[in-house]
Nanobody, 126 residues
Framework: QDQLVESGGGSVQAGGSLSLSCEASGCTYARNYMAWFRQAPGKEREGVAAISTSSGRTIYADSAKGRFTISTDIRGNMAYLQMSSLKPDDTAVYYC???????????????????WGQGTQVTVSS
């Protein structure tokens, strides 16, 4: 899989904010969506948010609505995730992903994405 490069993350207290960035220029596959996933210990990887790089349409998991904001740069080579009002349940490794989706309804499916980052740890303490 082609590599994306994530930055940001770290440790914060509950109620705090963090920002993640993702560089996608290393993804040589065609793509029209970028997304953020997360995986907590012992749990499956889950979709957090996705954005269409052509229309700007954003989609959020229920757990992220109202607290997280996904965005991209104008060329679609960078993706960002702004997280606020963080909770201990948000603790996980966060992954950036890029893919070519024919149906935005499948945005949270891991198999829809061809490029992935190596992940960045986000730890929220109570």
């Amino acid at each position: 899989q082609d590599q994306l490069v994530e930055s940001g993350g770290g440790s914060v207290q509950a109620g705090g904010s963090l920002s993640l960035s993702c560089e996608a220029s290393g993804c040589t596959y065609a793509r029209n969506y970028m997304a953020w996933f997360r995986q907590a210990p012992g749990k499956e990887r889950e979709g957090v948010a996705a954005i269409s790089t052509s229309s700007g349409r954003t989609i959020y998991a229920d757990s992220a609505k109202g607290r997280f904001t996904i965005s991209t740069d104008i060329r679609g080579n960078m993706a960002y995730l702004q997280m606020s009002s963080l909770k201990p349940d948000d603790t996980a490794v966060y992954y950036c992903a890029a893919g070519l989706l024919w149906d935005g309804g499948r945005w949270s499916r891991v198999e829809e994405y061809t490029c992935w980052g190596q992940g960045t740890q986000v730890t929220v303490s109570s």
